[in-house]
Nanobody
Framework: QVQLVESGGGLVQAGGSLRLSCAAS????????MGWFRQAPGKEREFVAA????????LYANSVKGRFTISRNNAKNTVNLQMNSLKPEDTAVYYC?????????????????WGQGTQVTVSS
């Protein structure tokens, strides 16, 4: 089992940047595929980015490709999401998630553990 705690959210102007971090408990962090999802008010949770166990393979939603970068540090049990060129439509609660599957999935059902979320608000 793993516990996830997100940090780094906040209010930023359009065009700005934020870096989200997710700290994981436990000694088996490197055995989890990690993902970031987001949920805006009145909308369903959607996939943002994911990274495989070793950090050698990543996947992004088309809406953030080229602007967001996911990375992980297995020695520090952390996964980060660098968000650049932020847009008002990026406003949402961002969630970190861990999956026991080997494949990198865009589906929330594939993820077994979730953090509590961190709010990101982008003003126009």
């Amino acid at each position: 089992q793993v516990q996830l705690v997100e940090s780094g959210g906040g209010l930023v102007q359009a065009g700005g940047s934020l870096r989200l971090s997710c700290a994981a408990s436990g000694r088996t962090f490197s055995s989890y595929t990690m993902g970031w999802f987001r949920q805006a008010p009145g909308k369903e949770r959607e996939f943002v980015a994911a990274i495989n166990r070793s950090g050698t393979s990543t996947l992004y939603a088309n809406s953030v490709k080229g602007r967001f970068t996911i990375s992980r540090n297995n020695a520090k049990n952390t996964v980060n999401l660098q968000m650049n060129s932020l847009k008002p439509e990026d406003t949402a609660v961002y969630y970190c998630a861990a999956s026991t599957l080997v494949v990198v999935s865009t589906t929330s059902r594939a993820y077994d553990y979730w953090g509590q979320g961190t709010q990101v608000t982008v003003s126009s």
